[in-house]
């Protein structure tokens, strides 16, 4: 081991060693020459009680000077350097304590002057940097959002087959049991053979100019079909010989499904007709040929029984057909509230008031240009008939669907009113497309009814309708993505992997107790994805988790968790599997790690996997760059970073997980900095401090594949 690897304070613990050594041997060697001179040999015990007197005198004396000296000096210095690496890679401002060094002459006030230069300058810098990138954030968000509502799903992979980009629609299309993540491989979601098959025939130069071609494949997980266009984001070039490539993916399992039903049924119609039409033309045949047998009874019987035979089968038919006729119309998912603001806006063109309310929130299966224009067309209708204080309610139907009603005071309407106008054509973008034919494309009808205060009200029932889920934000499906990761190298063996080139899941828990040996279980349990030194907001999980035992009254005092919250949570089996396939490829990350996972790995066999994936603390860590001696609570790392943790966050599993995220990133640069590197390099530091904590990764086989 080089000496410059070693830390400051033991470097100076063996200088005073070697200092006392050297004094010790020094007065030795002195009483010995002294005793050899004056060669009287029953001065000899009074040598030794005067050497040992000496020792004992000199290692007291280096002893309380090299304490002085590591409490005055060393240990200041130590937390000088720390707080000048959180300053200048953790962005932490005020980390230099004048009384902390104040031995140490203008060293403390040096450095304060340069923190704070160091701070004014960065201050300056991003506040130019945040003027001039003004207009970029804006055309940012811009794409984000458009990105965010495409109806397709968009995936950006790196070279080799990474994620670096995903919409919205592309997290739900490639979601079933696991959801998508950033340098997740695509592979982990999409079956490989169509994929590989597809970027080698275009990296070979097929797919024209645009370097494009269609593909189908299938998910690995779900049984679900996608149609999809695979682009390379430039052709192959001695610099990129592996490009980035764009998939462009649309569920298509539906439409094949609806496809084969019709090809069926087409197959059952002309499989029944065929002996039927055969019978019929034999038997007219023999008619035509035979002048007894045309006058005969029983011919003409059996004619009418085959006729009968063949009505009632292409009735039959004609019923399944109209049944499913529904379903082969392309249609899409319209939100309730959206809907109503729809059929508001299009009315408020002819001067047509419409009061409306989505009594639920839900989502709707439905074409909405063509129920738009059939309401509008409808409402125009009663307003010229005399109709008053219109209004249109969306709510759920008793059968599981939705109600669409469009009320209004006035005379009632007849039924053959209503089919006259159903009968008139619309302006829905197809030709001679007409109310009722809006209808039956819907496998629905339309009536009237008596409302209450002397109200009519039209009814209009939408077959396929679901109760939308209320997520936090704004609503919209989120775009995630990071464009490094399309630079990206092939990765190395885990110890000499870069720290940076690494992704990372933090998590935290809260648990019924704190002995797992004894019995204790977990009750809630949150994680956050870091990639490239950033936490990826949209890739989370925060759940709560059903210990199937009692949580106690001074544990629920501490997490606020009550059993009541967790009665109809998953079970750690569940909630288990959830945190190892988010944590799929990646470094686990946590603070005190051992004590979180001992509650995962004694479950190992109940969950089903086992979680051997590399660990990472942000205690050890902590321990190597500002050293053994220092408080190592999560609330004292953070102070010393300037990470802020709200009081309503402290001891709840997101907020220790969102606090220990960000104190990890900053550990990291100030760690990479001290010349720890690769993940090897963090493990063999982290090691060197087992007295402090028990290294995660010592009783488990490493596994980041």
Known sequence: MKIENWSLRLRVFLFFAFLAAAAIAAVIAGLALGFSRLDVPEAADGFIFAGAISGFVILGVVAWIWLMFDENVAKPIQRLAGGLLASTHANVEDTIDDKTARYLGDLAPAARAITENLAATRNKLAETVAQETTRLIEEKEKLTALSAEMPYGMVLVSGLHKIAFYNGAAAELLSSDQAPGLDHSIFDFLRPRPIQSAYARLCAGEGGDGHVLPLTVATRHGGHVLSARMRLMHAPDEGDVAPPYVLTLDDVTSDLTIHAEREKLLSRLFATLRPSIASLQTTLAARDTDDDLRADPRLDAALVSEMAKLTKVIAALDTEYETGKAEWWPMAQVRSSELCDALTAQLQQDDIKLVAEAADAMVLTLDAVQIISL???????????????????????????????LGWSGEPLSVDELENWLSETLDVGLVD????????????????????????????????????????????????????????????????????????????????????????????????????????ENEAIDQLVNPERNIPASSTEVHHITNAMVKDAPTIDL???????????????AHNAPFDLEFFRKHEVRIGVKFTNPVLDTVLLSAIVFGQSEEHTLDAIADRLGVKIPPEARHTAMGDTMATAEVFIKLLRMAEKKGIITFGDALTEMRKHKRLLQDANASHAVDLA
């Not at 409402?379 to 969306?394: D, E, P, Q, Y």
């Not at 909630?575 to 799929?584: C, K, M, V, W």
Request: glycine content about 10%; aromatic content about 6%.
């Open 375 to 405: 309401l509008s067309h409808l409402a125009r209708h009663i307003s010229r008939t005399g109709g008053r204080a219109l209004s249109f309610l969306v709510s759920r139907d008793d059968a599981g669907g939705a109600m669409l009603a």
């Open 433 to 536: 497309m007409k109310g009722r034919d809006i209808l039956e494309a819907h496998g629905t009808e339309v009536w009237p009814e008596f409302g209450p205060a002397s109200r009519t009200v039209l009814k209009l029932p939408i077959r396929q309708a679901r109760r939308l889920r209320r997520t936090p934000g704004d609503g919209r499906r989120a775009v995630t993505y990071d464009f490094d990761l399309l630079s990206r190298t092939p990765a190395k063996e885990l110890m000499d992997t870069p720290l940076s080139d690494l992704s990372y899941v933090v998590f935290d828990t809260e648990t019924t107790g704190l002995l797992p040996s004894q019995g204790d279980e977990v009750c809630q349990i949150a994680a956050l994805r870091v990639v490239n030194g950033k936490v990826i």
């Open 575 to 589: 909630a288990g599997q959830q945190l190892h396939s988010f944590a799929r490829g990646a470094v686990l990350v």
